[in-house]
């Protein structure tokens, strides 16, 4: 049983419906009984849990815990409410604020589907009775939230700088000059996509609206400035800012705005460790398969075929875009940078790539992946809070990824998109 026949099995349990755990750990243990029978099996259940050991990973599931403490609140609501009084008003308005609304909602989540979830519940709606179709409205709520996994605290960021020790702080850092860039580009898009399509307008806020708009919301806002900027001046880590973000979001919900009861309080809770259990899983199932491509010595099998034994960098992170693009589209982004990141790594080192700037690359590209069909996270996240078929969902997302294959393409062309943020900071 050769690892050809592996990549079928996983392939045919993927297309099947399996979960993605079985899929990727199914065919494995079965080529291991095949062609390796005396192989202790306890290696296995090390590798599991040594994926998901990293004390760096302990800021995940906080904050999954502090995203779900701001969604079972207003939060959501109040951020909205706030960016629309200000852009709802010029074509694209409804469109824009969507787009804004993803980007700073990333700065509460890390996480893609969290944001489709509580910025398209709430835009949704406003944006079908605008005029925009439905298939429309869909792909711009799962390719704007494409935003959340660059704009820190990002769970890519953190996944990626533990399996390839570098730099969190740093990453998180990267991100934002990428995140910024992508907002406007799909907001000039979207307002001359709603200026062709005589999209109507809302009527323009008044100056009262918009103070009683700002004093709602700019708390909210206190998120990102305890992230990042606690990272920023080094008064936290990682971890240490991902529990002063649970601090935070208990501080605004259940003391300031008063919406957060135990009983929203205790189903944030179980729904952060069903989600934390999840993205574990599938880390410890992509430690797995990562050790056993090592193991059989497979990169130094294929990757002198692909790049040559002496690659130039910009063919390096040609080929590093591509086989994550493709990679993301087909299995969860947090497997992809377990399974390709340690492929890529000895490349990377011999030639002196910066690995902040090779991340932002990668973590973009599961963010594409993570709203590109076939099997894009975000899509199913979409058909299934928003009930509508699968081809509804990506029939208007070509244009966004296109934007993002241009984003992708300018940051490897001026590559201080992404680190020059992180090098003013000093890191």
């Not at 700065?107 to 079908?128: D, F, K, N």
């Not at 925009?132 to 605290?153: Q, V």
């Not at 605004?252 to 309080?265: N, Q, S, V």
Request: charged content about 10%.
């Amino acid at each position: 049983m050769g690892m050809g026949i592996v990549g079928l099995l996983m392939i045919a349990l993927l297309m099947l419906g399996f979960p993605f755990v079985i899929t990727l750990l199914a065919p494995l243990l079965a080529y291991f009984g095949v062609n390796m029978p005396n192989m202790n099996l306890q290696v296995v259940v090390q590798q599991l849990i040594r994926g998901f050991s990293p004390a760096s990973l302990v800021a995940v599931p906080m904050f999954i815990l502090a995203a779900n403490i701001m969604t079972s609140g207003k939060a959501a609501t109040r951020l909205v409410e706030m960016i629309r009084v200000f852009v709802g008003h010029i074509p694209g308005g409804l469109a824009i604020t969507t787009n804004a609304s993803c980007t700073l909602f990333g700065a509460v989540s890390g996480s893609t589907q969290a944001t489709v979830s509580a910025i398209g519940g709430t835009m949704r709606p406003m944006l079908l009775k605008a005029g925009y179709s439905s298939s429309f409205t869909l792909g711009l709520i799962i390719n704007a939230s494409d935003i959340a996994l660059l704009i820190p605290p990002s769970i890519g960021f953190i996944v990626y700088g533990v399996v390839t020790s570098t730099s969190i702080g740093k990453l998180f850092l990267a991100g934002i000059g990428p995140g910024i860039m992508i907002f406007i580009l799909f907001s000039i898009f979207v307002f001359f996509y709603s200026k062709t399509k005589k999209i109507a307008i809302m009527e323009k806020a008044t100056t009262k609206e918009r103070i009683q708009a700002l004093k709602d919301g700019y708390l909210v806002l206190g998120f990102p400035f305890i992230v990042v900027g606690g990272i920023y001046a080094g008064i936290f880590s990682p971890t240490e800012a991902a529990a002063a973000g649970v601090a935070y979001a208990l501080l605004l919900e259940a003391a300031i705005y008063r919406t957060l009861t135990w009983e929203k309080m205790v189903k944030a809770i179980l729904d952060a460790g069903i989600v934390t259990g999840v993205v574990f899983i599938l880390v410890g199932a992509g430690q797995v398969f990562s050790w056993t491509i090592s193991f059989l010595r497979i990169p130094q099998a294929i990757m002198p075929g692909i790049i040559g034994t002496d690659p130039t960098q910009l063919q390096l992170i040609i080929t590093v875009v591509i086989a994550y693009f493709v990679a993301c589209m087909f299995v969860d982004p947090i497997v992809a940078i377990y399974v390709l990141s340690p492929i890529f790594q000895p490349y990377v080192e011999m030639t002196g790539i910066d690995p902040v700037f090779l991340g932002t690359l990668i973590v973009l590209q599961a963010a594409i992946g993570s709203a590109t069909p076939p099997f894009g996270c975000d899509i199913f996240t979409a058909q299934l809070i928003f009930r509508r078929p699968y081809l509804e969902v990506i029939r208007k997302t070509p244009p966004f990824v296109l934007i993002l294959i241009l984003s992708t393409a300018l940051i490897i062309m001026f590559p201080q998109i992404a680190l020059f943020i992180p090098n003013a900071a000093g890191f």
